[in-house]
């Protein structure tokens, strides 16, 4: 180890090694050689070197929330940054400072405090590194637009271990590429984000319907979220109705339709727009109420508990047709495991305020985001029956695909799929910027953009 290196490192003959290589998805049991808990940028420059050095490939824990699992390595260094997980708030300027290994949740409590967000993860306990590098999609995005639009400077430690500030005025080509384009250029370790008016209150909250709904149910969100107002943001799931007391008991563990509304804007304004929504069918369960913002943030955090085994998929849609929507709850139901959701998110909006030159992250016009989330508890017997679901589900909707992926949606497809992100003449500015920036590809335990030849 470095002498440098000021923070803790943790190697398998210790007794916090297990719970400290663990991640979100329970499939995931990648075993480094050690993990270095870092403190600081310095100490990720440390850990870069001596991992470089060392010969030994890198992965870098944010949040781990991933379901690629890419946090931790087999065999490797994990450049560990939980414990960077500052927030910082200028309420004056609009801004936070947050640390590349805080997590939602945390940011959300912070910039609440003054009646401020941005554009965060829909579950608290997401890592902010993850989530922004990777675009950041959210229930905010159609009112502020992604994570990285609001993302005004990073802090950088690269491959060469240098410590740089990436903005639109400094290494503005860097500034550009993680926008979107994911942890291949370095290891940020503090992002500055604009902030946004909102809360402390907000209209949020889920209508439930019966399964046999779900068709009927998609048509009328369908027809109304392409009209809505920007405020308006949420999504639809397939899912399998909770053991819940609002749940009718009759309902439970059967499917369901989960319709997630929110509205950025004042809770009585936005009872008025979302009426078509609230009063169709009408439905089993109405939650939709003024809350905290804080609350929304929280509100698919128990479906999403640390250590199930998970399998995703997504595409962008270029338009939802009934089609379509036959299509795609024909093939869902009856899901193969409760824990499942099939998610379909709204496009529009201030995700459609910039163009697709302005940073790595484009797909900004498509009119839904489709996230195909397959969770099941840890039975390797039940793996396959799942994931083969999952691709089957993916599969019926490739009419009605853009082409395209929003990569923090999906597991490991391969450099194909990657390449889909982006485009063509986008992958290839990419790959120029990561020749320029790391050409021996030590950042490649990710969705990988590998150096231009």
Sequence with gaps: MSAEFRGSVITPSDAGYDEARSVFNGLIDHKPERIMRCVDAADVAAAIAGAREAELTISVYGGGHGVTGSAVVDGGVCVDLRAIDHVVVDPATRTARVGGGASWGSVDAATQEHGLAVTGGRVSTTGVGGLSLGS??????????????SLVSAEVVTAASEIVTASEESHPDLFWAIRGGGGNFGVVTEFTFDLHPLGPMMLGGMLLYPGFMA???LRNWRD???GAPREVGGGVAL?????????????RGMPAVGVIITYAGDPEEGARVVAPLTSFGPPAANLVQPMPYVAVQQLLDAPNP??????????????????????FVDNVQPPVSPLTQMIVIPGGGAISDRTDADMAFG????PFNMHYLSMWPPDPTQDQVNIDKTRQIAAALKPWTTGQVYLNFIGDEGVT?????YGSERFARLREIKKAWDPDN????????????
């Design 442 to 453: 030590v950042f490649r335990h990710n969705q990988n953009i590998p150096p231009a030849d």
């Design 417 to 421: 799929r990657v390449e889909s992100a």
């Design 136 to 149: 950041g999609s959210g229930w905010l995005e159609r009112a502020f637009g992604f994570t990285c639009d």
């Design 363 to 366: 797909n900004r016009t498509a």
């Design 306 to 327: 640390k250590g199930m085994h998970n399998y995703w998929s997504g595409d962008f849609l270029t338009e939802f047709p009934d089609e379509a929507i036959d299509a």
């Design 239 to 251: 899912i399998t109705a909770p053991p819940e007391e609002f749940v009718p008991e009759a309902a």
């Design 215 to 217: 068709k009927d149910v």
């Design 224 to 226: 109304f979220i392409l």
